[in-house]
């Protein structure tokens, strides 16, 4: 329940932006230049117009990494569950500083990495995107 619930939303959003993206595709020359070309709907929709779409649905999730573990400071309340979010919250109550800091730099690195990951995927989906 506690990851349908952190989940639920950020899933949602991702879709509606992915949908929103491949119309916007579908509008461009270029796929209407693969479709003149002859290839089936199927290639038009792998090869040209979803490799398009999908970068920003990548951004957008690698920048979600942070809702998502403000998120679960709620959730593991809400549910009663251990988790890193119910210690960051008593490391708040106790005034446990190194607790505070530690939590703090794990959810940050976490984030980073998050990003790092969305950014090695540009690459994976669009070759022409590099690193220089």
Known sequence: MPVLTLSALL???LQRRL???AQDAY???????A????LSEGKVAFKHALPNAV???ITFAGLSMGHLMGGAVVTETVFSMPGIG???VGAIAGRDFPVMLAVGMLVVVGVVVMNFIAD???TV???QIGFD
Not at 27 to 33: E, F
Not at 35 to 38: E, L, Q, W, Y
């Open 11 to 13: 899933l949602r959003r």
């Open 125 to 127: 989906v669009n070759p």
């Open 19 to 21: 949908s929103r993206r």
């Open 86 to 88: 119910r210690l960051f």
């Open 35 to 38: 479709r003149a070309k002859g």
């Open 120 to 122: 090695l995927l540009y």
């Open 55 to 57: 970068l920003p649905v």
């Open 27 to 33: 509008s461009k020359l270029y796929i209407r230049t």
